[in-house]
């Protein structure tokens, strides 16, 4: 089956802790993008990646960090800089090929990270 | 101004209503605008696209998209309980640019 997977689904971590969320497509998008989303908030985009080994900040990277060695992988890691890190975090890959003009962005079923 | 406003509801109907979701934006350049649904504690997934302004249909499902008063709209005819979700609207100006998302409105649609 062809999709975004993100795990794990549920992570808990220590004030002060740095903790890595994975997300992985087979679907063979080039880019890949992290969002947070908080009560009431909307989806707030944290890191974004057009190509391997490159990517772009995005509204809300501070306290954030993200790398793209492979095609299919885009983890991210919260730091123990990131002051609020209690979210739901959601990832999301799109093709930027073809002739659609559409640039839909599939997403994976999150991951809920809570600060003890 | 927020890019892209949008009311957060909550909103809830009765079972058969029509239900009018909509967003307002401030950047002239969004061509592309889409409607996303979200079941709680899920991902969002994609449910319409406009390009550019005009309507389009998908069974219960309308989206139109006013460019000149940068406005679209979301519409869900004989709304049905499992319509109860989360619906955020985002846009972006060009295929390879981000998205923009708006806040979501909850709607409840009760039997």
């Known amino acids: 089956d062809g999709g975004i997977t993100q795990s794990p689904k549920y992570l808990f971590r220590k004030e002060g802790q740095n903790v890595t969320l994975s997300c992985e497509q087979n679907?063979?998008?080039?880019?890949m993008y992290w969002y947070r989303q908080d009560p009431g908030q909307g989806l707030r985009l944290i890191y974004y990646?057009?190509?391997?080994?490159?990517?772009q900040k995005g509204d809300i990277a501070e306290g954030y960090s993200v790398s793209r060695e492979k095609k299919e992988s885009f983890p991210l890691t919260v730091t123990s800089a990131q002051k609020n890190p209690t979210a739901f975090y959601l990832c999301?890959?799109?093709?930027?090929?073809?002739?659609?003009?559409?640039?839909?962005?599939?997403f994976g079923p999150g991951t809920r990270l809570t600060v003890l | 101004q927020k890019e892209v406003e949008q009311d957060p509801g909550p909103l809830s109907v009765p079972e058969g209503a029509i239900v009018s979701l909509n967003c307002t934006y401030s950047?002239?350049?969004?061509?592309?605008f889409m409607w996303y649904r979200q079941y709680s504690r899920k991902g969002p997934e994609l449910l319409m696209y406009?390009?550019?302004?005009g309507n389009k249909e998908d069974g219960r499902f309308t989206a139109q998209v006013d460019k000149s008063s940068k406005y679209i709209s979301l519409f869900i005819r004989d709304s049905q309980p499992s319509d109860s979700a989360t619906y955020l609207c985002?846009?972006?100006?060009?295929?390879?640019?981000?998205?923009?998302f708006g806040k979501g409105t909850r709607l409840s649609v009760i039997a």
């Open positions: 985002a846009m972006s100006g060009g295929r390879n640019t981000p998205l923009v």
């Open positions: 406009t390009y550019s302004s």
């Open positions: 999301a890959s799109t093709s930027l090929q073809g002739r659609s003009s559409l640039n839909e962005q599939f």
């Open positions: 679907l063979n998008h080039d880019a």
């Open positions: 950047n002239s350049a969004f061509q592309y």
């Open positions: 990646s057009q190509i391997v080994n490159d990517f």
